[in-house]
């Protein structure tokens, strides 16, 4: 078979290489096809013993990725409540107990819960504290004998108990990042896959939920989701996206969507493309949003969180209601970057960011594949052409 070397200069054929390209890869196994739409597909979509080199995602902007990761939370042990023969609480109480924290599983190798807190201020009224226990795996309430990792805020009276989840590593240098996810309220979580009654998802208001890319307060990518919109709203920016000096919007850093065709209360898959001179972003494959002013240029952390602060930006929640952010799994195709060998930059003020933020581990596993070094791209995989999940 003639060998594929992708350059810069031959990018403008893409297209041509992709249908060459798809004869190197193995059929899809047709067995996925026969399986109810119920049962999840837990492979992942790129398996790992296809002879990927590089992977190419759907979209105007050309460049490929050298690596790929997919965290599968749906696969997750949980363990058995002990306390239900000793009383009978009702379902809605007893899912919490047959959960596990993520920090005690071994996804933490990859994904840090925080725990740093801030205080109110002028702007946020509430304090707001970063709990490791908000962060967890539980049972999928609409696929039998699945798990999802799940966030979740809580509005206590003296605070606001939310959540944070950071990658491990800081060195992700442009990227491909895909998060299936769902707001929920308290009895859509609670809910079983088999039960007949409607799924109601009335997400209570005042909660903020985020994915990001962050290395700094002007060096951040995100998708943020306020509980206080109408579902089909989101918010996708290029940070800074404010100036706070003259309290004023910095047009084109930033874009809100109100015409989403997926609503956030239901499971939709989140992309963000980053890419050198452009973000985008998607909703289940449909394009949202490109911005082109302010595209992070350092190595990141990828991060997704909960919270809210009483503030501007998230609005309050009512006494005792929670927020709880599912997701399913976790796809990126990403290239790295040694050049983010320094700490991600803490203490940092920010209006939608927290202004502490714990030092990160200073033993931090680093790549050392050096696939800087690798310009050839000799079998590409198509992440948008792949088996469905
Ligand atoms: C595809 O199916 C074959 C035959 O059932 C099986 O041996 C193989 O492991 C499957 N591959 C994947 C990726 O599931
Ligand atoms: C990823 O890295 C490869 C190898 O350095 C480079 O050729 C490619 O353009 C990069 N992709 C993006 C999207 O920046
Ligand atoms: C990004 O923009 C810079 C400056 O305009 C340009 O030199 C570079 O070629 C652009 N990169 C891509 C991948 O379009």
Not at 47 to 65: K, L, R, T
Not at 255 to 266: K, L
Not at 267 to 275: A, E, G, K, N
Not at 332 to 361: F, I, L, W
């Amino acid at each position: 078979m003639a060998k594929l070397t992708l350059s810069l200069s031959l990018l403008p054929t893409l297209s041509l290489i992709a249908r060459t390209a798809s004869i190197v890869l193995p059929p899809i196994n047709t067995t996925f096809a026969t399986i109810d739409s119920h049962t999840p597909n837990l492979a992942p979509r790129v398996p790992g013993h296809y002879p990927c080199d590089c992977y190419i995602v759907s979209g105007d902007e050309p460049g490929y990725f050298t690596d790929y990761k997919f965290w599968d939370f749906r696969d997750v042990r949980l363990p058995h409540s002990l306390n239900s023969g000793a009383y009978r609480p009702s379902y809605a109480n007893m899912w919490e107990m047959e959960t596990i924290p993520l920090s005690q599983t071994s996804f933490k190798e990859d994904w840090q819960t925080q725990s740093w807190s801030r205080q109110e201020t002028t702007d946020s009224t509430v304090p707001m504290v970063n709990d490791d226990a908000n962060a967890f795996f539980a049972k999928h309430p609409n696929l039998p004998a699945a798990s999802q990792l799940v966030l979740r805020t809580t509005r206590f009276p003296t605070h606001s108990s939310s959540a944070e989840v950071e990658s491990q590593h800081g060195n992700y240098f442009h990227a491909s990042i895909r998060v299936r996810m769902r707001l929920m309220s308290r009895e859509a979580i609670s809910r079983r896959p088999w039960d007949t009654a409607p799924d109601v998802n009335v997400v209570p208001k005042g909660a903020c939920a985020g994915i990001f890319t962050y290395r700094s307060a002007t060096c951040e990518s995100d998708v943020e989701f306020l509980t206080s919109d109408p579902p089909n709203t989101i918010h996708y920016a290029n940070q800074p996206d404010y100036d706070t000096e003259h309290d004023l919007i910095i047009p084109g850093a930033s874009e809100v969507v109100t015409t989403v065709p997926v609503p956030w209360s239901d499971w939709v898959t989140h992309r963000m493309d980053w890419f050198e001179n452009q973000t985008l972003w998607y909703a289940n494959d449909d394009l949202q949003a490109v911005v082109s002013l302010s595209v992070p240029d350092r190595p990141s952390i990828l991060a997704m969180n909960l919270w809210s602060d009483g503030g501007m930006w998230t609005g309050d929640m009512e006494m005792d209601e929670s927020v709880y952010m599912g997701i399913e799994w976790i796809e990126v195709a990403y290239n790295t970057s040694t050049a983010g060998d320094m700490p991600v930059e803490t203490g940092q003020r920010h209006r939608m960011r927290p202004s502490k933020r714990t030092r990160r581990d200073p033993h931090e596993k680093r790549q050392t594949s050096g696939h800087e070094a690798r310009e050839r791209c000799e079998k590409p995989c198509y992440l948008d052409k792949m088996q469905r999940y």
